[in-house]
C-alpha cells in the first residue's frame, strides 16, 4: 500500500469526548458495581465453566463421581491423608480454588516453559511433548493400587517416545527455595515408574523446574530415581491411604508439612479453623457454617444428589434452595423444628439464632441444621 494519503478517504468521525454529545453513558455507581469482586468472580468462574465444556475437558469444573480406594493421583501423593481423603470423598471445599494461581501455572507453562524446551530439544533433533499419561498398578500388602495420571512436558524422540521428564511448578518467590517438596519428587518418582513401564525403557531422571510469579525466573532440580524413597515412603503412603479408604476411616489430623492446614479448603471440618467442628467425616455440610463458596457447593450438591442445603446457606444463596431443597432448623434443647423460613439467621453477626419456643425459660436453644453425620 502506497504511503501516500488518500484524501478521498473520508476522515472518521471522532466522537466528542464530552459525554452530554455522545449516546454512550456509564454512570460511576454502575460501573463500580460492575467492578465488584462479587460480580468479577461470577464473570471469570461462568467464563472458565463454559471454556471447559466448549474445550472438552468438563472434568476440570470439577469431578462429582467419587475416586476408588485403590487408585491415586501422582500430584496427591505425600500429602496430609485427613486432606486427601476428604478430597477424594468429594467432602464440600471451604475456600475458593487458586484460580490466579491456576491461571499462571498453565501461562507460564504454555508461554515460557513449551517454546524454551523446544529450543533446548530442537538443538539435539529431539522434540517436545505436552504431556504423557501414566496408569499402571502395582501388588502392595494391602492389595493391588493403582496409579494414574498426566506428566508436565516431557522432551521425547522422534518415536514420541520420553528422554527427559519435566515438572512445573510455580511459587510466590523462588528466593530461598534450595531444595524440591518432598511431595514433588514423589510425584516425578511416579511418572518414572509409569513411563518406564509404559514404554519399556528406564526413565531414572527428571526435572523439576520452579517458576517465581513475582520475577518469572527458574530454579531447576534434577532427580535421580530412588528405590527406596518410592518403596518406603511413597508407596508405603498410598497403601496407608488405600487402608484408610477402604476401612472407612478418618485418617489424623496430622499434616505431612507445616503449610498444608494454612492452604488446606477443609480447616472447619477437620478442627483446624476458627469454629467449633473437629473431626468431622466427609460427608454433610457443616450444620452452621456459611463459608461455602456458591460453586463449591453446588458442586457438593451435584455429587451427593440426596444432599440439602442447611437453613444457613439457604438464607446466603436463596437461589439454590428450591433446585436443592432445604433441612429444616432444629433447637438444640427443646428438638422443636422450623422451616428454614420461618427463622431468618442474618441479624446474628454469625451466631446461631435462638429458639422462639424456649426463649423464655432458662437459657434457649440454638438453632441450627442437622449435623453432619444426620445429614
Ligand atoms: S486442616 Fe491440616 S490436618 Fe486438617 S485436613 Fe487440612 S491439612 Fe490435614
Ligand atoms: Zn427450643
Not at 461470577?42 to 474445550?55: G, S
Not at 497403601?239 to 499434616?255: A, I, N, V
Not at 460453586?295 to 437453613?311: A, C, I, M, Q, R
Not at 439467621?345 to 426463649?359: A, F, Y
Request: with cysteine; proline share 7%.
Amino acid at each position: 500500500m502506497s504511503e501516500d494519503t488518500d484524501h478521498t478517504t473520508p476522515s472518521p468521525v471522532i466522537n466528542d469526548l464530552d459525554s452530554s454529545t455522545s449516546s454512550v453513558s456509564f454512570e460511576a455507581d454502575e460501573l463500580l458495581q460492575a467492578f465488584s469482586g462479587e460480580r468479577f468472580g461470577e464473570w471469570y468462574r461462568e467464563r472458565k465453566y463454559r471454556q471447559n465444556i466448549e474445550n472438552g475437558t468438563p472434568y476440570f469444573n470439577g469431578s462429582t463421581s467419587i475416586s476408588d480406594p485403590e487408585r491415586h493421583t501422582p500430584s496427591q501423593l505425600l500429602q496430609c491423608h485427613r486432606k486427601i481423603f476428604y478430597q477424594r470423598l468429594k467432602a464440600p471445599q471451604e475456600k475458593p480454588d487458586p484460580s490466579g494461581i491456576f491461571w499462571f501455572g498453565s501461562q507460564f507453562e504454555e508461554e515460557f516453559m513449551m517454546p524454551y524446551l523446544r529450543d533446548i530439544a530442537s538443538q539435539e533433533d529431539a522434540y517436545v511433548s505436552n504431556s504423557l499419561w501414566v496408569d499402571y498398578t502395582i501388588d502392595t500388602d494391602a492389595g493391588e493400587i493403582q496409579i494414574k495420571g498426566e506428566t508436565d512436558p516431557a522432551i521425547v524422540n522422534d518415536d514420541a517416545e520420553p528422554l527427559f521428564l519435566f515438572e512445573i511448578k510455580t511459587k510466590r518467590t523462588i528466593e530461598g527455595v534450595t531444595e524440591p517438596n518432598r511431595h514433588h519428587i514423589a510425584q516425578v518418582h511416579a511418572y518414572m515408574v509409569g513411563l518406564s513401564k509404559k514404554y519399556e525403557i528406564a526413565i531414572d531422571q527428571a526435572v523439576i523446574v520452579y517458576g517465581s510469579r513475582t520475577n518469572l525466573s527458574i530454579k531447576s532440580f534434577i532427580i535421580d530415581f530412588d528405590t527406596e524413597f518410592w518403596e518406603e515412603v511413597v508407596l508405603n503412603w498410598a497403601k496407608t491411604h488405600t487402608e484408610y479408604r477402604l476401612q472407612d476411616e478418618l485418617p489424623p489430623s496430622s499434616p505431612e508439612y507445616g503449610w498444608e492446614c494454612q492452604f488446606c479448603s477443609y480447616q472447619e471440618r477437620c478442627g483446624k479453623g476458627s469454629k467449633e467442628y473437629k473431626n468431622s467425616g466427609s460427608a454433610g455440610l457443616l450444620p452452621s457454617y456459611s463459608g461455602y463458596p456458591r460453586e463449591k457447593l453446588v458442586l457438593y450438591l451435584k455429587s451427593n444428589p440426596d444432599s440439602k442445603l442447611t437453613p444457613t446457606l439457604a438464607w446466603k444463596f436463596p437461589n439454590l434452595a428450591e433446585k436443592y431443597g432445604v433441612y429444616d432448623w432444629s433447637c438444640s434443647r427443646c428438638r422443636k423444628m422450623y422451616t428454614w423460613k420461618e427463622i431468618d439467621p442474618r441479624q446474628k453477626n454469625g451466631r446461631r439464632p435462638t429458639c422462639p419456643e424456649c426463649s423464655f425459660v432458662g437459657p434457649p436453644g440454638q438453632l441450627a441444621g442437622p449435623s453432619t453425620a444426620e445429614q
